[in-house]
């Protein structure tokens, strides 16, 4: 079992920054990919980015490549989702989440693939 707090959330001004943090806690940290979705209201959840174990490889939806930026510490057991120049159509509640499957770029968009989720934490963008 992996256990997953998101933090960091807020309302930011269409322009402005965030970050989120993901703690994890349980199982080896380093041992899952890790990745961030998100779920605006009334529609469904969907990708934001992803990582390798390792850190090495990256993976990011495309309305959000060039201004997010995921990267984790395996040493502190925490994932984070820099966010900058950020959207009205960002808004949404972003959750994290750990898969125990290979880094495979077929798949880990799809929420399905991973194991644990945390409860999630609201970011709002205001115009």
């Known amino acids: 079992q992996v256990q997953l707090v998101e933090s960091g959330g807020g309302s930011v001004q269409g322009g402005g920054s965030l970050r989120l943090s993901c703690a994890a806690s349980?199982?080896?940290?380093?041992?899952?990919?890790m990745g961030w979705f998100r779920q605006a209201p009334g529609k469904e959840r969907e990708f934001v980015a992803v990582?390798?174990?390792?850190?090495?490889?990256?993976g990011y939806q495309d309305s959000v490549r060039g201004r997010f930026t995921i990267s984790r510490d395996n040493a502190k057991n925490t994932l984070y989702l820099q966010m900058n120049s950020l959207k009205p159509e960002d808004t949404a509640v972003y959750y994290c989440?750990?898969?125990?499957?290979?880094?495979?770029?077929?798949?880990?968009?799809?929420?399905?693939?991973?194991?644990?989720w945390g409860q999630g934490t609201q970011v709002t963008v205001s115009s």
């Open positions: 349980g199982r080896t940290f380093s041992n899952y990919i």
């Open positions: 990582i390798s174990w390792s850190g090495s490889s990256t």
């Open positions: 989440a750990a898969s125990r499957r290979s880094y495979n770029s077929d798949i880990y968009y799809q929420a399905q693939t991973y194991d644990y």
